[in-house]
């Protein structure tokens, strides 16, 4: 077992417990912090890819924004503080039987992939340079699309949560 | 061709008359009406004297086609006329006895608001009646069939307010059709045998044997079924008695000389069909005798002058039948004839009765007649003694053939005609008895206003009084040596006798002629002695008892029929509307529907709101899909 | 790719103008432009097949027709916006933008020619649809659908994601020639099924097909009218053309094994929508059902032509678009007037507003199927290519979920032809209420009467 | 070219008169039919001079899948359009006399199912003429449903829904055909070799959309209800002519097309037939809504007339045409009269009617010849007809065709029955101030009285159109 | 067999952690009533699939894949946005963000 496999393990590990924790977790805090966790293990799996670059991206985006965003809605609202809404038995059990059930069927899926063909080791991948050459060459449409999409988004944030006080006719 | 034209005529201008009546009468004076209504039955009574004149000096019968009305294959439908001996004859009975009917409804109907829409319904029936005994093929006499069902109909509901004059019609025309039925069905035999409903052909194709016996049974059984519902046997008689809510005209008119005896005609003229078949002949018989019988049984213990009258009709025609039965068809005709004068006398006589006494039809209220209304009752005396068939009046000669005929196919039928002439002889007698006997049984108001009838009407009593005395002699037994002028003349359609019936010894005749005429004198003197020596006068309907009860009542054939039949088929019209239409059929498609809305209401319940369970849904979905996959593709 | 350009312009352009104060002009400049670029989109790309920027966009005559019929319905639309929203003018730039950026989107799907491109599309259409189906704040309806649509649409969008990575596993490319490549090489492995599963899911998920057609009533019932409109029109229209295209290019060798389970979801689907929407009393839900049932006619239209040829597909889509747009112009007046699309409310508007409630009978026998509307050529059409490709007992029960959809139709018009007493609240409509319903009646009319000039373009 | 003119007529007197206020819409609506009439006059003339003028139309409607759009005209539909574009113009014609709601709309409607009604029977292909189909539905459906009684709602929603399933078998039924001849016009769809269950389900398709519309018993129940909610117009137009529509279907899409599935289903249609005449009849005797009894009669009449078709006989079919065309023309006749009732007295339940004859001669004579024609006495439209419907089932089977033949028994029962409550007897509070036609009365009943008489006396020139016609199909039809 | 993108572990160890990453997320999806843990499920989801992107990318030795994971994080952006959006309006309107009140339109 070579220091990678073994690093993938722990890594994987962590990763996991911490996901496990992030969707069960009573308090909202917990969970988001679980999940930073989990995002900082699967940013290590990128850098053990050798795809440093997007580790980085990874954590700037994921931890250092979503994550933060989620949390700052948490306190706003102080979601924390709300009374615990569980599901009943019955529902956990669907859910389990649900995603057991999804598991069962990718894993058994997945055994398998012997189709799969690995193309020769090409270090170069992942790195910024051959990744902005990518980016904005072959990939510019989408990429210059994916600032629609935000704009959309942005658009959509400020209109959604904007207050004002002026009376409201209310659409159907 | 002029010639034909005339012929048309014939038929063209009573329908002329129905319109200028129908369209115009209500513009026009009374008089005019009805003289131009009387005039469009004269006429074609002159045109046919000149046939009848050319064919009793040998001359061909006329025959011509109009135009095709419908061919579809093979099959081919004219609309011809022919004018041969049997036609004749009938056209003769029906405009000249129609005529004199006109005539005397002109003043019968006097009073009447609707005088014209009378005489032009009375017009609409001489045009189907000569129609029907015109046309040369089936179907044309199936028009004319029909088409005096309807023209009576519409007589017999003639005062339309009345409600039960009303059912009467409707009784009429309904139970026509179930006979109508019959001969509609055997036209079809005919026509899909022989290939044809003209008479010629029928009878070619039947000599050349296009029916086997069975086939020709089927179809004159069903001819039969025809003749009985207008001719009003057994089991279709009931309408007749009832069909005496029409105004007295009609019911001489229609309901005794000339309608009522289409199915003798009918039976007359498909005389070749009927020997082919003896089994029907012999239904034919026993039905003539069992309506005759009966009809003249009901007659005793009826207390309405008309029907009394109407029963004797039906007996009547059942001794017509009888004839027809026993294969003597010319014999037949001869009493249709002698039964036209007689009973078109009679009737046109109670109507003049029914006139003077104000409307009243009920002989227990009147009696001693006599000396208001002589001519009146001389008449109606001459008809009496006519059916009850002594001699020398024509009933006498008719009767005695019909009776002598049937007596040498089967006693039993001639014992049945003896009693039913009998049982008429009483009742005529009964009816003459009570009514111009003894004294008058009326109101006082009624009493007052008693009077002979006007001219117009006692003209046609008269004319009919004279043809009820002497037509009998056209037909004189063989016995006395004497040309029977009528089945001479009629040779030549009865065809289907082939061989003429071999006559009765002469001392045989002479019995039965003895037994027939002291019958009728016999019965005659029952009714003397009852009606002027006891002065008996029936009491009110509810006093009857017994046999006579049930005489009275016609033997509850009407509730009879009532009971299981009438009741039944409304009650299962009810149960059809309302069990298998509305709930059965209806059900399962309003089932359908209700089934689908509430599909609808269980499949909309998984739209249960929660996106947990969507997702949950989704998610299953998902692993079954994959699962098909892994089970696949392993 | 002009057409995409020039509409993303549209969109910023029309923020642009916000600034500037001219919001009154953004709505009639959005939709003249649209439904001017619709035409200059068929002028201009017609009979071009090519493929741009790396082949990222791909072109051809299915594109185009598909983009000018998107581009048509959104600029009908949004012509109706300025009615729609006029307690919010202020906001109006941010609506007209959402909606020309959900086009874009929507545009996007059915041009791409990599899946990057359709994933970015699609999210898009999405994140734009999730904002404007919420986008009635006070409304609880609103917030709910807008919430309901969002999850259930993030959560799809995961599967979407691995379905297209596990294709890239795969094939190694994004790019949907050489995926097709790869794929017809390739052996049917469940890895290879369970990616193509997940994006047909996701596909189906986007069109609201059974059973992952959950959203789609509620949503489509919780939305603003307008969005709703807009929803069940462009961003259908735009599913079913990108899940033509990719099941006829990219996964056209491994889409056959799925094919069973389609007309599976295609029977479903007629079943539960039809049936659902009987007892409903809400005009905009039966129109949900509605849309939902047609979304099993228009996959059906797919699976029939054997992922070979889309002109059914297209035929079919327009006729319902062109409908939808005309049934819920009505139903955006009536509830405008009413406050509610209660079944009830639209009583009476057969009288009052006859030209709104005949368009609405003629769109409402169109989308039932009644010749000689473009509703039933396209049925016709479907169904004989149903039964060609041997699945009669399909198109039975296709005809007999039909005669269903009849009755809940029916419903409304019925509604429609009550008289009552007061119909003094249905006030004059504005006019550009009545031209885009004569304008969609015209174009049933048209479809239905000359259907060979738009069968079998391609 | 006349084909698509006599076609589109009526679609443009539908437009003229939608354009025009309420007051003249029934004038234009008159207008318009009357010169529908003159030029289907004119077309029969071209047509039995044999005159050149091409009575064919025909265009690729679409290419892929091939289906074209065909009209001819030939003796069979000469007949449909005789009757169609005589009876539009008599039923616009009753209107007059009566106040109508946003008549413009109600005579468009009317229009536009004559154009409809002209295109079923023109078409000569599967497409042109299920298209068709369903159009003449909708109009009457509106009509029935806008202008009917309070209920009209569920009963007409009923009816468009039962009918409109029936067409969608009748749709399968045409796909398949197309499947196997690769077009839809007739001429290329008689002589096929589709066999087994691929034709019974051509079959069972045809016939339901055909059954129900006639409809045939069990497929009725529609009928009554609807007949009896349906502004009298309507009533009119469904049962004069639109009933024809599948009796037509019959002849024309049915019997030649699959003459293996006719023969094999024929015992089964005849007793449906047969049974319908004694049913429908049967439940008549009872009825006291007069619509709804010449709803009954109706079905009576159309059973009758079904099993003639099916009696594959020369008679039969040619019975059942003229038979066709005489109901058109008594049942509106029929239905003129009752509407004539409901307007006078408000009411046609004949427990509260009495006496009218006595107040109104003139309609009670109308009504009287109407009702014999419809009772069938010869010299009247209906007796050629029933004469030969009944020898063709009698010839088919003894038994069936006396059973059928019932029918002259029961018919003379309920509408002798019905004209006694509503017309005989004393006057009473309703019908004590019934007036006497108007002149518009008197226009409508007149050309409906003549026909009644003429085609009875002289029924051959509907006859020798559709002979060759009806042979030719027998033909065709014939294994 | 295996497939090694890194010395000892094989893709098929990637697929199999995503594979459970990916069910982890679901799980949360459908177990869970907080709207906030529902969102942050998602998120997990989304890693997985990255995660695998990533692999993938790594075993082909071709740079797109990375580029994709790029679009998908923009995507979980744009969508985080706009979720949060949502739910804070819908807070407001109903001082909850608990799933199970979203069920008032139904049937």
């Not at chain 1, 799996?45 to 954590?59: D, G, K, P, S």
């Not at chain 2, 369209?23 to 046939?51: C, E, R, T």
């Not at chain 4, 003229?322 to 307007?343: C, K, S």
């Amino acid at each position: 077992m070579g220091i990678t496999e073994i690093i993938f393990y722990i890594l994987a590990f962590v990763g996991i417990v911490s996901a496990i924790v992030t969707v069960t977790a009573r308090n909202p805090i917990y969970s988001i912090l679980s999940l930073v966790i989990c995002f900082f293990t699967i940013s290590s799996h990128y850098v053990l890819m050798n795809a440093q670059f997007l580790a980085m991206v990874n954590i700037i985006v994921y931890a250092g924004a979503i994550i933060v965003l989620f949390l700052f809605v948490v306190m706003m609202m102080n979601l924390n503080e709300l009374p615990e809404m569980s599901k009943g038995l019955i529902w956990k059990l669907a859910a389990a039987v649900g995603a057991g059930g999804l598991l069962l069927v990718m894993v058994a899926s997945l055994k398998v992939s012997n189709e799969l063909v690995q193309a020769q080791p090409d270090n170069s991948v992942g790195m910024i340079h051959a990744l902005g050459r990518v980016l904005m060459g072959e990939f510019i449409v989408p990429f210059i699309m994916t600032s629609i999409l935000l704009n959309s988004a942005m658009i959509g944030a400020v209109l959604l949560t904007k207050r004002e006080n002026k009376f409201q006719k209310h659409h159907i | 061709m002029p010639i034909q034209n005339l012929y048309l005529a014939i038929i063209a201008l009573p329908l002329i008359g129905f319109f200028i009546n129908a369209l115009l009468g209500k513009k026009m004076s009374k008089n005019l009406v009805g003289i131009l209504a009387s005039l469009m039955v004269f006429v074609p009574f002159v045109i046919i004297l000149s046939a009848f004149s050319d064919l009793v000096n040998g001359g061909e019968p006329i025959h011509f086609q109009l135009f095709n009305w419908f061919t579809v294959a093979h099959y081919s439908v004219d609309f011809g006329i022919q004018i041969d001996q049997l036609s004749v004859i009938m056209v003769m009975l029906i405009t000249g006895v129609g005529f004199l009917i006109h005539v005397y409804s002109i003043a019968y109907m006097k009073e009447d608001e609707n005088y014209s829409r009378y005489f032009s319904y009375l017009n609409l029936f001489i045009f189907f009646m000569l129609i029907l005994v015109m046309s040369d093929n089936y179907l044309g006499m199936f028009i004319g069939w029909e088409g005096v069902g309807l023209a009576s109909y519409l007589l017999i509901g003639f005062w339309f307010k009345n409600d039960e004059y009303n059912n009467a019609a409707k009784k009429a025309f309904i139970m026509n059709r179930v006979g109508d039925l019959g001969f509609l069905v055997g036209m079809f035999f005919l026509f899909y045998y022989t290939g044809s409903l003209e008479y010629s052909k029928v009878n070619e194709a039947l000599q050349l044997g296009a029916m086997i016996p069975a086939l020709a049974f089927a179809t004159s059984i069903l001819l039969f079924l025809g003749a009985t519902g207008k001719s009003a046997q057994i089991p279709l008689f009931t309408w007749l008695p009832d069909a005496m809510a029409g105004p007295t005209p009609v019911s001489a008119l229609i309901h005794a000389a000339t309608m009522v005896t289409a199915g003798v005609y009918m039976v007359f003229r498909s005389n070749l069909l009927f020997s082919l078949a003896p089994q029907t002949l012999e239904i034919i018989a026993i039905v003539g005798a069992a309506t005759a019988l009966y009809a003249a049984a009901v007659g005793l213990a009826q207390n309405d002058i008309k029907k009394v009258l109407a029963y004797s009709t039906v007996s009547q025609l059942g001794l017509m039948f009888l004839a027809l039965g026993v294969g003597a068809y010319s014999t037949a005709l001869f009493h249709v004839l002698t039964h036209a004068f007689f009973k078109a006398l009679l009737f046109l006589g109670s109507g003049s009765v029914i006139h003077a006494v104000g409307g009243d039809q009920d002989i227990r209220r009147m009696g001693g007649l006599k000396k208001y209304m002589p001519i009146t009752f001389i008449t109606f005396l001459i008809g009496s003694l006519a059916i009850s068939g002594v001699p020398p009046f024509s009933g006498f000669f008719s009767k005695d053939e019909i009776l002598a005929m049937a007596f040498q196919k089967n006693i039993a039928l001639w014992a049945v005609g003896v009693g039913a002439s009998m049982m008429t002889a009483f009742y005529m007698f009964r009816v003459v008895f009570l009514t111009f006997f003894g004294e008058f049984r009326g109101t006082e108001e009624q009493k007052n206003q008693l009077h002979e009838s006007p001219a117009l009407m006692n003209f046609p009593l008269i004319v009919l009084a004279i043809l009820a005395t002497l037509g009998g002699f056209i037909g004189i037994p063989h016995i006395f040596n004497a040309p029977h002028l009528l089945n001479e003349f009629l040779a030549p359609i009865t065809i289907a006798v082939g061989v003429a019936p071999e006559h009765l010894s002469a001392t045989t005749e002479y019995i039965l002629i003895a037994i027939v005429i002291g019958g009728a004198l016999i019965s005659i003197g029952i009714a003397y002695v009852m009606y002027i020596s006891k002065r008996n006068v029936p009491g009110k309907d509810a006093s009857y008892t017994g046999v006579t009860k049930w005489a009275n009542n016609k033997f509850y054939v009407d509730e009879f029929y009532d009971a299981i039949i009438v009741r039944p088929v409304q009650w299962t019209s009810d149960f059809l509307f309302k069990a298998v239409d509305k709930v059965l059929i209806d059900g399962v498609v309003n089932t359908t529907g209700r089934i689908s809305l509430l599909t609808g209401d269980i499949v909309r319940s998984i739209q249960t709101g929660q996106t947990a369970f969507y997702i949950l849904a989704m998610v299953l979905s998902v692993c079954f899909i994959l699962g098909y996959f892994l089970i696949g593709i392993k | 790719m002009g057409t995409i350009i020039i509409t993303t312009v549209l969109g910023l352009l029309g923020m642009v103008m916000d600034i500037l104060n001219l919001r009154r002009a953004i709505v009639i400049i959005s939709s003249l432009v649209l439904i001017g670029l619709s035409v200059f989109n068929v002028v201009s790309y017609w009979g071009i097949n090519a493929s741009f920027y790396s082949g990222m966009i791909v072109l051809d005559n299915f594109t185009v027709a598909f983009s000018s019929l998107l581009l048509l319905i959104s600029g009908l639309l949004i012509f109706l916006s300025n009615q729609f929203f006029k307690r919010e003018e202020e906001k109006i730039s941010d609506y007209v933008a959402l909606f020309v950026f959900a086009l874009v989107g929507a545009l996007l799907m059915i041009s791409f020619g990599n899946l990057a491109t359709l994933f970015i599309g699609i999210e898009i259409l999405s994140v734009s649809l999730y904002v404007l189906a919420a986008s009635n704040r006070k409304s609880l309806a609103s917030n709910e659908a807008g919430m309901k649509y969002f999850l259930m649409g993030a959560f799809i969008t995961g599967f979407l994601l691995l379905g297209i990575t596990l294709i890239y596993g795969v094939t190694g490319s994004f790019d949907i020639y050489e995926i097709q490549n790869a794929l017809v090489l390739g052996q049917s492995t469940p890895l290879v099924m369970i990616g193509v599963v997940l994006l047909v899911v996701a596909m189906l998920f986007k069109a609201s097909v059974a059973p992952f057609h959950f959203w789609a009533p509620d949503v489509y019932t919780g939305s603003p009218t307008l969005v709703t409109a807009f929803m069940s029109t462009v961003a259908k229209v735009a599913a079913f053309g990108a899940m033509y295209k990719l099941f006829s290019i990219a996964l056209i060798s491994k889409i056959i094994e799925v094919e069973p389970l389609l007309v599976l979801f295609v029977i479903m689907t007629f079943f539960i929508a039809n049936f659902s929407a009987l007892k409903q009393t809400s005009v905009k839900r039966i129109l949900a059902f509605s849309g939902v049932s047609h979304a099993g006619f228009l996959l059906l239209a797919i699976i029939s032509s054997n992922f070979g040829s889309a002109g059914n597909l297209f035929y079919y889509a327009a006729a319902y678009a062109i409908a939808n747009v005309i049934a819920f112009t009505v139903v955006i007046y009536v509830s405008h007037v009413k406050a509610n699309d209660h079944l009830d409310s639209f009583k009476g508007l057969l009288y009052a507003r006859p030209g709104l409630a005949i368009a609405m009978i003629i769109s409402l026998f169109s989308l039932a199927g009644i010749p000689p509307l473009a509703g039933f050529v396209g049925k016709f059409l479907v169904l004989m290519a149903t039964i060609k490709a041997q699945y009669t007992y399909v198109a039975i029960i296709a005809i007999i979920t039909s005669i269903v959809s009849i009755y809940y139709y029916f419903k409304i018009i019925i509604s429609m032809t009550h008289r009552v007493e007061d119909s003094t609240a249905f006030v004059r409509p504005p006019t550009v209420y009545t031209v885009i319903t004569w304008i969609g009646v015209i174009l049933l009319l048209v479809l239905g009467f000359v259907p060979k000039y738009f069968v079998g373009l391609f | 070219m006349i084909v698509l003119i006599l076609l589109i007529l009526p679609f443009i007197g539908a437009i003229l008169s939608a354009l025009a206020g309420n007051k003249a819409a029934n004038k234009i609506a008159l207008l318009s039919t009357v010169s529908t009439l003159l030029l289907t006059a004119k077309t029969y003339y071209d047509f039995t001079t044999g005159s050149t003028t091409s009575l064919d139309y025909s265009t690729q409607w679409l290419l892929e899948p091939n289906v074209t759009f065909s009209l001819t005209i030939d003796g069979l539909t000469m007949v449909m359009l005789i009757l169609t574009n005589l009876l539009v113009p008599i039923i616009v014609l009753s209107g007059l006399g009566a106040v109508v709601q946003n008549s413009r709309a109600f005579y468009a409607l009317i229009l536009v199912m004559q154009g409809a009604l002209n295109g079923v029977f023109m078409a000569s292909d599967g497409f042109a003429f299920y298209v068709f189909w369903e159009l003449a539905l909708i109009p009457i459906y509106f009509i029935a449903l806008l202008w009917g009684a309070e209920n009209s709602r569920k009963v007409t929603l009923k009816f468009f829904i039962y009918t409109i399933a029936g067409s969608l078998f009748m749709l399968i039924s045409f796909i398949i055909l197309y499947m196997v001849t690769g077009d839809l016009r007739i001429e290329n769809l008689t002589n096929l070799s589709i066999t087994g269950i691929a034709q019974k389900i051509v079959f069972i398709g045809f016939f339901l959309a055909f059954a129900i519309k006639v409809p045939l018993i069990p497929f009725h129940t529609w009928q009554a209800d609807t007949y009896t909610v349906a502004p009298t117009q309507g009533t009119m137009l469904l049962s004069g002519i639109m009933l024809k529509m599948g009796l037509y279907g019959f002849i024309r899409w049915m019997l030649p097309i699959m003459p293996f599935s006719v023969a094999e289903f024929t015992p089964i249609i005849m007793t449906l037939g047969v049974v319908g005449v004694i049913y429908g009849s049967w439940i008549a005797i009872q009825q006291n809504n007069i619509k709804r009894l010449f709803a009954y009669s109706s079905l009576a009449h159309v059973g009758l007339i079904t099993a003639g078709i099916f009696s594959l006989n020369t008679m039969g079919l040619i019975g059942a045409v003229v038979q066709m065309f005489a109901h058109g023309v008594n049942v509106v006749g029929l239905f003129f009269a009752a509407e004539i009732i409901y307007r006078r007295t408000g009411t046609l339940d004949l427990n509260s009617l009495g006496g009218i004859r006595n107040v109104a001669p003139w309609f009670s004579t109308y009504f009287f010849i109407l009702l014999l024609a419809s009772v069938g006495l010869p010299l009247t439209n209906a007796f050629v007809g029933e004469f030969m419907l009944l020898f063709a089932v009698w010839q088919y089977n003894a038994i069936l065709g006396i059973i059928a033949a019932l029918t002259i028994i029961f018919a003379a029962i309920y509408l002798f029955r019905m004209f006694q409550r509503a017309m005989l007897g004393q006057t009473n509070t309703v019908t004590a101030n019934f007036k006497d036609l108007t002149i518009s009365e008197h226009l409508t009943f007149i050309p409906l009285v003549i026909l009644v008489f003429v085609l009875g006396v002289y029924p051959m020139p509907i006859i020798s159109l559709v002979e060759p016609v009806i042979k030719q199909i027998i033909q065709l039809a014939s294994i | 067999m295996n497939i090694e993108i890194l010395s000892g572990v094989s893709i098929q160890h990637y697929l199999w952690l995503s594979a459970i990453l990916f069910v982890i997320g679901v799980f949360g999806v459908l177990s869970r009533r907080n709207a906030i843990i529902i969102f942050m499920s998602v998120e997990l989801m989304l890693n997985a699939v990255n995660l695998l992107l990533v692999a993938f990318s790594k075993m082909h030795a071709d740079t797109s894949g990375q580029v994709f994971v790029f679009f998908s994080m923009s995507v979980a952006a744009a969508e985080v946005a706009v979720g949060l959006a949502i739910l804070v309006m819908l807070f407001r309107n109903m001082k909850t963000v608990d799933i199970e009140v979203l069920s008032k339109i139904k049937e």
